[in-house]
């Protein structure tokens, strides 16, 4: 198992900021059309903190960005998301948001 899973999407970001930032994307998978940014990753612990940062300086306050993180090794998920060009980070209960997925 993987030792984290991150994935998100930021809606809103502009083709320049996207082609400013997107070599320090910090995820594998990385999808960008029509100003939206869709990012997935699987692998071992990476920082996302800097990539957060940059993305509340760069979006309009019309955007919005949701990235879910979820550590596989102390079983925890905390969602980020910036809303009105604020971020906000919270721990979500992991096995509520997999139950529904188990069948």
Do not use: C
């Not at 994307?25 to 612990?45: Q, R, T, W």
């Amino acid at each position: 198992m993987e030792a984290v899973r991150v994935y998100g999407d930021v809606q809103g970001l502009s083709q320049k900021d996207f082609d400013e930032i997107k070599d320090e994307i910090p995820f594998n998978k990385i999808v960008y059309k029509n100003d939206l940014l869709n990012v997935d990753y699987e692998g071992h612990y990476i920082d996302i903190d800097d990539f957060l940062e940059e993305l509340v300086k760069r979006l309009p306050k019309t955007a919005w960005a949701k990235v879910d993180f979820i550590d596989h090794l102390d079983w925890q998920m905390t969602r980020h998301e910036i809303i009105d060009g604020k971020l906000t980070s919270r721990k979500i209960n992991i096995d509520a948001v997999l139950e529904p997925t188990k069948n």
